[in-house]
């Protein structure tokens, strides 16, 4: 049985009175370990720390957004994997669309944050997704394939273990049209096979896929309630506790 993994991307949001309290509430709700359910945090890189000191002893775990993949040195603007650890961080997203989308992120730039992320420590949440257009085209299956062959090229089933896929399909991004359950548990399905191919069964059964795009308290339910779907990962309803605990409430139940 995999643990649900609830993970908040507050994006570029919040300013840090507001990060700090949502942090000190969400600290509340999940102040000690569950075996079903793990919750984690990636706010803004200005607000790691007084987010992780709000957080406290809590079980809500700290990520970062993104992370270069160079070693400390002259890389002006970007963020070394030992400085994410330093500040508390246990976990990364890399390749969230809107990297890919706005900042020209390839799959060979996602490939090296993958693996300077993996050698340094950090668990890595792969965010995958086609966009609307590829969708219509009936591309979908392909460009995970190309996104999943990209992100782990050369990594080994050792280096990858403990991995978390994120499928967010750009077209449900922050725009209130979720996928259905069954779109989103077919497109699981396709990566956990991709991922029993490239690697074996065992590590496919063992790798959480998440959901991310529109995720909201009314519909964790049915997404989480789908057998390849392992948790969420929530944009706009991450940002407040009243619309993020509720989804938190939904892998919950469906773990106990
Ligand atoms: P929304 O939940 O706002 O659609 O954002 C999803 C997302 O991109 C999470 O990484």
Redesign the pocket.
């Known amino acids: 049985m995999r643990r649900f993994l609830v993970a908040g ?1 507050w ?1 570029m949001n919040t300013v840090r009175q507001s990060a700090v309290s949502l942090a000190a509430e969400l600290s509340a709700v999940a102040s000690t370990e569950e075996a079903g359910v793990e919750v984690l945090v990636c706010p803004p890189y200005p607000y790691l720390l007084p987010v992780g000191e709000a957080l406290g002893g809590s079980a809500v775990r700290l990520g970062g957004q993104d992370v270069y993949f160079e070693s400390p040195g002259a890389f002006t603007g970007e963020v070394a994997v030992e400085m994410l650890r330093d500040v508390g961080c246990q976990y990364v ?1 890399i390749g ?3 990297r890919r989308a706005i900042l020209g992120e390839t799959d060979v730039v996602i490939n090296r944050k993958v693996r300077a992320a993996i050698a340094g420590g950090l668990t890595v949440v792969l ?1 995958v997704g086609e966009q609307l257009s590829e969708r219509q085209g009936g591309q979908t299956e392909a460009v995970l394939d190309r996104q999943m062959e990209g992100a782990f090229a050369g990594i080994s089933d050792s280096e990858a273990l403990g991995i978390v896929i ?1 499928y ?1 399909p750009v077209w ?4 209130g049209v979720t996928a259905s359950p069954e779109q989103a548990e077919s497109a699981h399905e396709h990566l956990r096979k991709w991922l029993s191919r490239r690697y074996n069964p065992d590590f496919s059964e063992k790798t959480r896929i998440l959901y ?5 308290p009314d519909n964790a339910l049915s997404l989480l309630g789908q057998p390849n779907v392992d948790g969420a ?6 940002l407040k506790s009243s619309t993020f605990v509720p989804i938190i409430e939904a892998a919950r139940k469906l773990s106990g």
């Open positions: 991307n994006k997203l969230h669309s809107e965010c994120a967010e449900a991004i922050g725009t991310g795009g529109s995720v909201k990962l929530v944009g706009g309803a991450s």
